[in-house]
């Protein structure tokens, strides 16, 4: 019996017989021979069946069988640099064909473009399409590449509670759930605040899980459920967390052109982009940002760019201030040192600067923006606790929190990635919903 | 200046002057000697001032440091084998001290046993203590091996939602929240429904996420948001099932053993019951299982044993049963073919016999009982449709699901694992509480 293989593995078996499981992506029919484009979720390769190769009855099947068909496929694999597929330049003569099942209705998506709406209630189908077969495969290939590089670098991972008690921010952007005689839990937006707990246990940690905005934002950069990791490290301040961060992302990249260069290729990524990622990254503070925004507006010969990239310094950024900013750079860039009052409550102030924070965001090259908001931590309580009443928030909520900064402080540092919104711009594509497997917007949680 | 170490590293390093940073987590005076034995999140190592070898200052510092306070150590290292510790058998001969925070306040937690609600109160705190810092490094290599064997067998990583439309099996034990103008949004109890669409796209996938049920038990084995890994396989039947899983299971247990035998040790872990996991592991059919306890409850002296020990053809499996049948055996052992009735409506019917379906539950020995779930799911729309009736589920609600089984359908099989099953039974440890992080059980959401 020929060896059951995955398409991936094909350039091993030139010249052999296997057998491929999966199904029927495309069917074309000339004459004597017939092309399928079977799919079995590692790739996409071409079979072929020649009528004087194989038995009458096969022939007919082939002829015939619907697209999405379940089959077992037998063969020799030839290389032929033609042939279509992913990776591609393999194809096999079939010499068997069964059909484990025939697809008797019409298969919903066509290979032609249909409506966003139509795709997204029937994306249990549309994953199966090769665009958002490599984006997903991309998407894992990342996960794998985040943990391996943390787990590797001295990160335990630590699980943080998704459902808890405070509401630290505000409840207007949290989902909550009625929770036994406990009141109401708030689904969390962050495990941070729980990290800094772990760092005291465990040096460097990271969570990465679900995370959830009860948001009403329409965006191609919103969804209510995203996951995101956040590393949060003991003993560090903002210079060596922008040289984690560094690291990390271009690991995380490199690592995703050397093993999914066929998944790239079908998204047609200009791969170019990705290999500049590399540290060092370039660093600006918010002063200069603030400058260079003030300055590309001057500039500006459009009003309405003009009014777009109005600044004024004390404003957070928005979709067009990043957009131009990082278009300044071929790497992602480094904005540190934001005002006070446009980031977090627990963020160390800057030394002899109260108005600036130690904080820093990091942003996507190619327009993509936003990617990583980090920052120093207060290790101090007393002015932790001072921020905590500035901010008017429930000092009894955040005591065990407190007690972090009264038993062993010490100087750290933490971030957090946003994986749907790095992998839209590794993927180079337009929204970020395609980046997950079934999203989660305002409108949408179905199916 | 000294290299900056980790304790994890010490063996490397002997006869060299290193820095450690880290907590002091208990210190012993005698004369001319202070012992601080010092944690730096990788590993716990006495360090030792000998009052002519310091500097009076610093001999004076380690005399008076307080529990729990940060502080760079910088000393010799020398092995020692009586020295103790994690992983113990090192010391530090002590050249200088730096403390980063001297702990003003008395530390909660002394060295002492406490309340379990105290600890649990304390949990922020608790998680520095030796035992829950080796039960969470478990936890974390046992995440490590659990992802690191799916992807390398060709299971790729989908993130399935957490907010869900339908309620499938009853609302009784779901969490629920208000999404936007889409009625009420549920916490998934799991994402195997999503990855039966995602198998048709990638072959094998696994999801592995926080998971929700809002039970009222109260026992040692419930939490009400725990972990678990969902792998989902095409082409695949119940006793390939079971092969994929005694391969998975004994690969977790033997990396555990390879990577984390200091941490056993702390926990006092018996190892060699673990040394035993290796395939394959025993198999029963739920009528065998049956008959067993029909004899043990006959058997059984104790009129009360007798009592628990009552088993009738149909029913599930209790506690007691459990306990009882893992107790034969010195591995895990698989239970296959439990009543249609006590499982759930998507499971593939045992051929000839429409009363038992193809699940199989692996019960962990020495008392600890299921740790997975699986079974091979219907592959016919029809047996499936018929099954919803049944059962009296809402079939708009799996129209999408129902489909599967229309484009492409394939036989297929899967299974889920409780994380903190898992790590309780490896670490041997009573109560699951103890197996992550920050528990949520019915009565606690704090901290």
Redesign the interface.
Known sequence: MAPII?VEQIADYVGQEVTL????YNRTHKGKLVFLLIR???GFVQCVAFSKDVPAEVFEMAVHIPQ???VLVTGVVRADPRAPGVPGGYEVGITGLET??A???D?PIALKEHGVDFLLD?R??W??TQS??AI??IR?TV??AI?DWL?DH?F??????????AACEGTTTL????????GI?Y?AQSGQL?NE????????VYCF??T?R?E?SKTRRHL??F?MVEPEI??CDLDELMEIEEQFISYIVQRVLKERGPELRVLGRDTSALERITPPFPRISYDEAAERLAQLAAEAEDPEQKALLAFEWGMDFGSPHETALTQQFDKPVFVYGYPTKVKAFYMEPWPGRPEVCKSVDLLAPEGYGEIIGGSERI?SPEVLLEHIHRDKLPEEAFQ??I??R??????HSGFGLGLERTVTWICGIEHIREA???P?T??????
């Not at 009264?406 to 100087?411: L, T, Y």
């Open positions: 995955r499981r999966g199904w029927v079995d979720g590692y999405e068909s379940s484990v099942q697809v008797a209705e298969y029937n249990h189908l994953i199966r958002q077969w997903l495969r894992a996960i794998r943990r787990d001295g335990t991972n630590m699980d943080t509670p998704i459902l808890t008690p989902f909550g759930t009625p929770y036994f005689d406990e839990a689904l729980y707990a772990n760092i005291f246990a465990f040096s460097r899980g679900p959830f009860a009403k209510t459920e996951w003991a003993f290790s065990w929190y007690e972090l009264k038993f062993g402080s010490v100087p997950i497997a079934f989660r305002i409108k949408r949680i179905y199916p």
